[in-house]
C-alpha cells in the first residue's frame, strides 16, 4: 500500500453513471454495500500510452458512502461468468460483478458485496496491523490465498464459495520485508513443483512457492527499490499460460502518480510496457490486475487503491492486448 498520496489527479469526461442496488446479507457471511459508477476515459492526451498491439476496453469510477468497506481496494482476480474478488487494507473480502455493454466495453460494476477476514482463531480481524490486505491468488487446491503486510504472511482461506473461519498458513519466501513493503504480487504458478503461487515483493525480489517450498527467482534487490521507482503491485497469470502480467506503481509528491503494465517471463525478466498511464491523462494508485481471454485477445483489468483519502480515486481499467504478430 502506498503511503497516503496527495494525487491530483486530471479529471475524466463522465458519459454516463449507473448505481448499484444495496443487495442483502447472505447466510454465509458477505454482507451487501452499496456503490455507484460512471464511466471514464483515458483522460486528456499525452497522458496514456498504449502498445501498438493494446486498445482502450473502457473504464469506470468507482464512487461510495463515508465509511463503505468497498474502498481502499488492494489487488484483482477474476472468478468466472463477469464476477471478480478484491481485497482491502483493513482486512475486508469484497466481491462484485463486470457490467460490459453489447461491444464488450466496461461500463460499470453491481452486486457488491463483502465480508472481513478472519485470524486463526476465527475471530474477525480488527487491528490495521492484522488487516493490511495486499495480494490474492487462488492455490491448486482452489483455497484463496491472502497475502498481507505489515504482519507479513500469507493465508489460505478455502474456496471462495465456502470460505474458512479459520485460515491456514501457506508458505511464504524466507526474507525479511520492511514494515510496509510487503508481498503485494500475488499469483497462481501452476508449473511450478506440480502447482504453487508466485510472490513479488513490493520493493523488489520474485520468489516460486509451493505447499513444500520456495524458489528464488529473483533476489531483493539493494538498494530496494524506492516509491519513485516502478514497483511490481500487482500480478496475474497470463491466460495463454505464458508468463504473467504485472503493474507497477511509480509515485513521486505531490501528484507524480504513474503505472505501468508488463509482461512477466518464467525467470521473473520484465517485457516491453504494454500500458503507460501518468498525468495529464486518468492516473492513480493502481495495485490490481486481473486478465482473462475475451474474443481472441487478452483482456486485462487493472484496480487503483484510494487508501481511504478524498484525493485519490478508486478506478477500474480494461485493455485488450491482441496477440503479437
Not at 482486512?91 to 457488491?112: A, K, P
Not at 465480508?115 to 491468488?137: F, H, Q
Not at 533476489?219 to 503491485?233: K, M, N, Q, V
Request: proline residues 8%; aromatic residues 6%; charged residues 25%.
Amino acid at each position: 500500500m502506498i503511503r497516503r498520496l496527495a494525487i491530483a489527479v486530471a479529471l475524466a469526461a463522465a458519459v454516463g453513471s449507473c448505481a448499484t442496488p444495496v443487495p442483502m446479507a447472505t447466510p454465509d457471511g458477505w454482507t451487501g454495500a452499496q456503490a455507484s459508477t460512471r464511466p471514464i476515459s483515458l483522460g486528456l492526451p499525452g497522458g496514456a500510452v498504449l502498445a501498438r498491439e493494446v486498445s482502450f476496453a473502457g473504464g469506470v469510477h468507482v464512487s461510495t458512502p463515508t465509511g463503505s468497506s468497498l474502498a481502499s481496494l488492494s489487488d484483482l482476480k477474476l472468478t468466472g461468468e463477469g464476477g471478480f474478488v478484491t481485497v482491502s487494507d483493513v482486512g475486508d473480502l469484497v466481491r462484485g460483478r463486470i457490467v460490459l455493454d453489447r461491444r464488450g466495453r466496461l461500463t460499470g460494476l453491481r452486486d457488491w458485496s463483502f465480508r472481513r477476514l478472519t485470524l486463526t482463531d476465527g475471530r474477525p480481524i480488527t487491528e490495521k496491523t492484522d488487516g493490511d490486505a495486499e495480494g490474492l491468488a487462488f492455490a491448486p487446491d482452489g483455497g484463496l490465498l491472502v497475502s498481507f503486510e505489515r504482519d507479513h504472511r500469507i493465508w489460505n482461506y478455502g474456496p471462495l464459495n465456502a470460505l474458512r473461519a479459520r485460515p491456514l498458513p501457506a508458505r511464504m519466501p524466507d526474507v525479511v520485508f520492511a514494515e510496509n513493503d510487503g508481498m503485494e504480487g500475488l499469483a497462481a504458478a501452476p508449473r511450478f513443483d506440480g502447482g504453487g503461487w508466485r510472490v513479488t515483493g513490493e520493493s523488489g525480489g520474485v520468489w516460486d512457492c509451493s505447499p513444500r517450498r520456495c524458489e528464488q527467482v529473483q533476489p531483493l534487490p539493494e538498494p530496494p527499490l524506492a516509491d519513485s521507482d516502478y514497483r511490481i503491485t500487482g500480478m496475474d497469470l497470463d491466460p495463454a499460460g505464458d508468463g504473467w502480467f504485472v503493474v507497477q506503481r511509480s509515485y513521486a509528491p505531490p501528484i507524480d502518480a504513474r503505472a505501468r503494465i508488463r509482461r512477466m517471463a518464467a525467470d521473473g525478466t520484465l517485457g516491453p510496457v504494454l500500458v503507460e498511464l501518468k498525468l495529464p491523462g486518468t492516473t492513480d494508485n493502481f495495485e490490481g490486475i486481473a486478465a482473462e481471454t475475451r474474443d481472441g485477445a487478452t483482456r486485462l483489468y487493472v484496480l487503483s487503491d484510494d487508501n481511504f483519502n478524498p484525493l485519490q480515486r478508486t478506478l477500474m481499467l480494461a485493455f485488450d492486448v491482441r496477440p503479437s504478430r
